[in-house]
Each structure stands twice: as C-alpha cells, then as structure tokens.
C-alpha cells in the first residue's frame, strides 16, 4: 500500500499505537521514501513515546539513508514490514452494545450519573470504558488500552459543514442590523407558516370587520395575564401589531407557558364585536415535521459527540480524558471515526467571579496548547470537528465566529475542522447541528420545571427545535449579535442536535431528531457547587451513524 497520502501515513501510525503532529505527517509525505522513513523513525522513537513529533522524523530522515530497510523491497513496495520491524499491536477482542434506541419520552442520566436509566424499564445504557493496562506518561500514570488498526478507507467518509459564519460577520450594531436580524428571521420562518393558515398583515386585521375569522403570523412581542387568568399576546410582524386572547379554558392555552419572546408564531382566531382584539382558536409553531424521517449512513460508521472540555481548569478530569482517548484505540471503537466537540475546549479566563482560584493553567494561550496536547492523545485518522464555546477565546454573543489563526495553529493536532457556534456538519449524509448550548439556561428558567430542566437538557432542545431557533429570546441572558441574516435559525431539520454547555448528559428523540447534550469533562468546581450545578463528567455518547443509536461510554 503505498504510503504518500497523508491519511495513509497516519492510519499506518496509528496501527502501530502511536499519533503524530500534522507537521510529521507533513514531512513524512514529502519524504523521498515515505516508507522507509516511517520505519526508521518508529524504530527510532523513545520507548514512551505516545506521538510522532517533527524532532522525531527530522533525525529518522538524517539516517534513513544508511537504514537496513531501504536495501529492503518489501519497503518500498507496499507491502507487509519486514520481521526486523516492531510488531502492531494485537487487536483487542471486539465488544459490541446492543442498547436499543431511546424512545421518546427519552433517556436521560437525572440525577443518578453513574447509572444513566432506560426509556422504558430496560436495561441502561452501555457505560463501560476501555480495557486498561497502567502506564506511565508525560502527563503521569495513567492507562493505555490495547491499540488496533482501523480498517479505514479514506474514500468512504463523506463530511461537509454548512451554517460556519466565520469571517461573514456584518454586524455594526446599528438599529439598521437589528431590523434585519430580525425581518430576516420571521421571513424565513414565517414561510414555514404561512403556508398553514390564511395569512393577513397585523394592518390589514386592524381594519377588518367584528367576528371576521383571522390568521397572522408574526414574533412573540410580549405575553401577559389578564385580572381573569387569561392569557394576551401580542404578535408583531412588518406592518405592526395586533393583540390575541388566549381563553384559559381552551385544550392549547398550556402552550402559552412554553412561548418565549421574539419567537415566530402562528394563530388563528375571531375578531372581537369591536375588532380591537382576536380570540385564539389556534396556534402553531415552525415545529419539526412530525413525519420527518431522519437519514442515515450507508454503513457502519459511530461519531463520537463530546462537549465542555475544560483544561486548564484544576478540575479538568485528565485521567477520565487519558482513558478515552486510550478506549478509542481499541477494537470496541474500531468504528469511530468522528470526534465533534461542541464548545469550549478550555476553561478559560474571567469567565466568572475568582474564576483564577479555580484555575490550573492561567495564560489562555497555554491552557489551549495544553488542550493540543490531549487532542494528540486521540486517534490521528479521526475527523475532528470543533465549534467554540462560552469559555472559549472568541466573541461571546452568538452566533460564534469559529476561532482566530493564532488559536487555530495552536490547535492543530490531527487537522480538526474548527467552525462557528452554530453550525451544520453532515456526516455521510447525516446531518448534525452543533450548538454550544448557552440559550438553554434560559430556555430552562423561563419555561415549567416538566418542560425543561438541567437534569433532562434534551427536553430544552424539544423546545428549541419546535421553535426551528437555536435562541429565539433577545435581550435576555444569551448574548446575541444583530447581523443581516439570522445565522441561528434551523433552515433545515438536522437528523442529530448535539449541545453542551449544562454539563449534564441527556439524550432522546423529538419528531426523530436525536437529541443528544453530552456531559463534560470537568468535576464539580466551587463555582458550580455554589449554583448548585451537580455535572455528568467523564462521559462520551457514541451515535450509530447508520441507525442513530445511542451507547453512551463512561471513563468517569
């Protein structure tokens, strides 16, 4: 097999149980035989070593001349090493989960995270981790697990992002940006309304008739209770506002607790004898079809979704993160082949009160090289995907431009695609909208306790998705910046939706979108303790990409 294709080159190394930096990579490609250079600088390498550095394969060229292995035609040929070379590693017995697909209502760890319970009484979710061995590393003792070589033809994968608004920005602040940001979001979603009802302009219904039957479409503009427990809201569209009653007594008045502000909506009503005012016979929602059929991958292919890593912070969990990284060298996830990561890679700096009391690495820049360290750690021939966070080096309204150059060449191990916050990833067909997940905080504060909270987060993401918006409600806690299109709007209906940013695991599907908020990788801090935030740490949900079942794998 010949070795100049860089993806060659790294799935060879990673056989042997070793990663390698982009730029070794780089120079072993370029190399005049990339074979033998490769063979000198494993037989070369420090008996503890864990990754091909340059240094490494800098000295190997300098010898590689004069190597036994070049005079060697089974070198240079494509085929097997010879007996002189070492040995890969023996494959480890492979383990397989047969968890079934969590159904709706869905499956969530709540407050017991070691043991996360199934939808319907079944047996839980697969939590184990890999099989371990004790080694020492640069980082202190840790375990490495049996390591194989994935069989992995670089043909095969297929990934394409859509939504990355990096370097789009327009944004001035000016009154101009908010008008759009605005009349942009209730064209696109009021177009997946209108459709439903027969549309009038707020004008045209404030000039019809008492007891004429209306329909508008328009932002949530403000919700109020009457003296008699009733419910007015006001919607508002491009020609101005109108007022829509909400009886109590009505079977769809418990949807008015789940309304946030500036969220498109649809209603249909009667006017009043006055014509001052409609009565609501209806409402609608943007909502996710409820006959979508998600797609899926045409063969067996796992992603493996993980969030909030947090290094630099004293409580960073490095010996959970040691074993995952070991795990997804084994024969169990012999089928991983994707690593998203939905938001801040590192703690951070005064992100929240005495946050520097909390901190392990304190320069930003070293805590994100420090994060390259650990992405090193991770199988060299994975795709890796990476949107920022609310830690993260980068603006802190969203939607999140993807990170600067400078953060970009210091996160650099394996060539991960970085993007904004939000974007859309399809994987094989499979499409997964990536979002951070700060909106969910207020989702969760403003809406009922059994609509959504911090021990089921995916039960905020039912809301988002039936909102078609990743963070509907401006001027609230989210920080959100005005541009000329509303980057944070869900055009299409993603097959998964993947968050962070709670620290809690939860998972299930709504209409068939998988819902999947992935935990952390960071213990409790003083900080979390006094905001009473009790975090799912140390765990990595797995998606069957062909069937979108979920294991959850557990390394805490």
């Known amino acids: 097999m010949p070795l100049e294709a860089p993806a060659r080159i790294v799935s060879e190394l990673t056989s042997r149980g070793y990663n390698a930096e982009r730029e070794a990579v780089t120079k072993l490609s370029s190399a005049e035989n990339p074979r033998v250079a490769l063979e000198c600088v494993v037989e070369t390498l420090p008996e503890d070593a864990l990754v091909v550095t340059t240094d490494h394969v800098e000295r190997a060229l300098e010898t590689a001349a004069s190597s036994p292995v070049a005079d060697d035609p089974a070198a240079t040929d494509g085929s097997a090493p010879t007996d002189d070379s070492p040995p890969t590693p023996d494959a480890a017995t492979e383990g397989t989960s047969d968890s079934p697909t969590p159904s709706d209502p869905s499956v969530s760890t709540g407050a017991d995270a070691s043991n996360p319970p199934a939808a319907d009484g079944a047996a839980p979710v697969e939590t184990k981790g890999g099989r371990e061995t004790e080694t020492e590393t640069a980082t202190g003792t840790t375990t490495e697990t049996d390591r194989i070589e994935r069989s992995v033809d670089p043909e095969l994968r297929d990934l394409e992002i859509a939504g990355d608004m990096t370097g789009e920005s327009t ?32 004008s045209a219904i404030g000039n019809m008739g008492g007891g004429t039957d209306v329909a508008m479409v328009g932002l949530v503009n403000d919700i109020r209770s009457t003296a008699s427990g009733h419910w007015l809201i006001e919607l508002e569209d491009a020609t101005g506002t109108f007022p829509w009653l909400v009886m109590k007594d009505r079977e769809f008045a418990g949807l008015v607790d789940q309304l946030l502000c500036d969220e ?21 929602f943007p909502d996710v079809p409820r006959t979508h059929e998600p797609s899926t991958a045409d063969r067996h292919v796992q992603a493996a979704l993980i969030s909030d890593v947090h290094v630099g912070s004293q409580e960073f969990m490095a010996d959970a993160w040691n074993r995952f990284a070991d795990w997804l060298h084994t024969a169990e996830a012999q089928h991983v082949e994707y690593l998203l990561i939905a938001g801040d890679m590192v703690e951070g700096v005064g992100v929240y009160p005495d946050q520097d009391e909390e901190l392990d690495i304190v320069d930003i820049y070293e805590q994100y090289e420090a994060f390259n360290e650990r992405l090193k750690q991770v199988p060299g021939d994975l795709e890796i995907v990476m949107i920022p966070g609310n830690h993260d080096a980068v603006r802190l309204a969203e939607p999140q431009p993807g990170f600067d150059e400078e953060l970009r060449e210091i996160m650099s191990a394996h060539d991960p695609q970085i993007v904004s916050n939000p974007s859309t990833v399809t ?93 952390c990788w960071q213990a409790q801090t003083d900080f979390q303790k006094s905001v009473n935030i009790d975090p799912d740490s140390g765990y990595a949900p797995i998606v069957d990409l062909d069937t979108l079942d979920v294991t959850v794998q557990k390394f805490s």
Do not use: C, W
């Not at 979603?189 to 549309?199: A, D, E, Q, T, V």
């Not at 498109?264 to 609608?284: K, N, P, R």
């Not at 990743?470 to 993947?498: K, N, S, Y």
């Open 427 to 519: 994987l094989e067909g499979v499409s997964v909208l990536m979002y951070h997940g700060v909106s969910l905080d207020e989702v969760i504060a403003e809406l009922p306790e059994e609509k959504a909270n911090y021990d089921e987060p995916h039960k905020a993401m039912y809301q988002l998705l039936k909102k078609r918006h990743v963070a509907p409600q401006f001027g609230g806690h989210t920080r959100l910046a005005p541009e000329e299109e509303d980057f944070l709007i869900m055009e299409e209906v993603p097959d998964i939706f993947h968050t962070g940013h709670v620290h809690k695991l939860g998972f299930g599907k709504y209409h068939n979108v998988l819902a999947i908020n992935s935990g």
């Open 171 to 202: 944004g001035t602040g000016e009154y101009e940006d908010f008008v759009a940001v605005f009349r942009d979001r209730l064209e696109r979603l009021g177009g997946k309304l209108r459709g439903r009802i027969n549309h009038r302009p707020a």
């Open 264 to 284: 498109v909506l649809a209603m249909e009503g009667t006017l009043s004898d006055d014509a001052g005012i409609a009565f609501v016979d209806s409402m609608y």
